[in-house]
DNA sequence: TCATAATGTCAAGTATTTTTTACATAAATC
DNA sequence: GATTTATGTAAAAAATACTTGACATTATGA
């Protein structure tokens, strides 16, 4: 499923994917299918986006409750 | 750097490294590894982890601060 | 309309996570 | 002493994260 999260975080600090991407070191497909939620990113690159973002893991990254 | 944080959530839950990894499913030279802080997991890998000891991406994954 | 920025996606390749198998050591129990 | 449990580690293979390059769509602005 989606990242919203992510996207409203990055959207925030009015960064496009690409300049996401060139903070984090990693390719602008590799943010764009986090947020599409394709798949599973390594921490490291979570931490990575929270530190740029100005987030933490569970801001960004914790599975929402779905009551 | 070692993870210390995880290996000791692990040992408040009173499981051995091969119980976590079948809890998790992973094997279990993959917590060893990441207890080790050899490298890398993957985000989901990390989720579940925390779900079996009860704690979050923050309380255990984190980068701590060192002042 | 034309140009540009932002995003989505696909396919093929590279890098790294993770598995499997195996062997080693230390501590606890019999 | 022998056995079992917990852990560390290593090498090869499998699975998958991530890159590169390319092309498409949408929106914005000159």
Chains 1, 2 share one sequence.
Not at 4 to 26: F, I, N, P
Request: aromatic share 4%; proline share 3%; net charge positive.
């Amino acid at each position: 499923m989606k990242n919203l999260r992510l996207k409203a975080a990055r959207a925030g600090k009015d960064l496009s994917q690409d300049d996401l991407a060139k903070l984090t070191g990693v390719s602008r497909q590799t943010i764009s299918a986090i947020e599409k939620g394709d798949y599973n990113p390594t921490i490291n690159l979570c931490i990575a986006i929270c530190r740029v973002l100005g987030k933490t893991l569970d801001e960004l990254f914790w599975p929402e409750e779905n009551t």
